[in-house]
């Protein structure tokens, strides 16, 4: 079983930039798509972004386009999300899991695909 760890989050004013991690353990990660989700008080937990079992292919919710980007280095089983020009509405606790299905040859982004998580990381964004 995989068990994944973020860090990264915190405080940050509107505009600034975070950079999270995500730490894998197990000799299998470089097999497995890598996704990001996200969940605010009052709301369900939302597709932020995903990352190919291969790093050749990327998927992002529309609300990060442009914003954000997810990365992998397999050498240390850890995922990215590099997180620009933050928004309030970007405040919520963020999650990274592992694609249930290795080699999957699509950007899986249904968290119902996911397994996993990991226990999450605080992003708060100041206005």
């Known amino acids: 079983q995989v068990q994944l760890v973020e860090s990264g989050g915190g405080l940050v004013q509107a505009g600034g930039s975070l950079r999270l991690s995500c730490a894998a353990s197990g000799r299998t990660f470089s097999r497995y798509g890598m996704g990001w989700f996200r969940q605010a008080p009052g709301k369900e937990r939302e597709f932020v972004a995903a990352?190919?079992?291969?790093?050749?292919?990327?998927h992002y919710a529309d609300s990060v386009k442009g914003r954000f980007a997810i990365s992998r280095d397999n050498t240390k089983n850890t995922v990215y999300l590099q997180m620009n020009s933050l928004k309030p509405e970007d405040t919520a606790v963020y999650y990274c899991?592992?694609?249930?299905?290795?080699?999957?040859?699509?950007?899986?982004?249904?968290?119902?695909?996911?397994?996993?998580w990991g226990q999450g990381t605080q992003v708060t964004v100041s206005s």
């Open positions: 899991a592992a694609d249930l299905m290795s080699w999957r040859p699509v950007v899986a982004w249904n968290p119902a695909d996911f397994g996993s």
């Open positions: 990352i190919s079992w291969s790093g050749g292919s990327t």
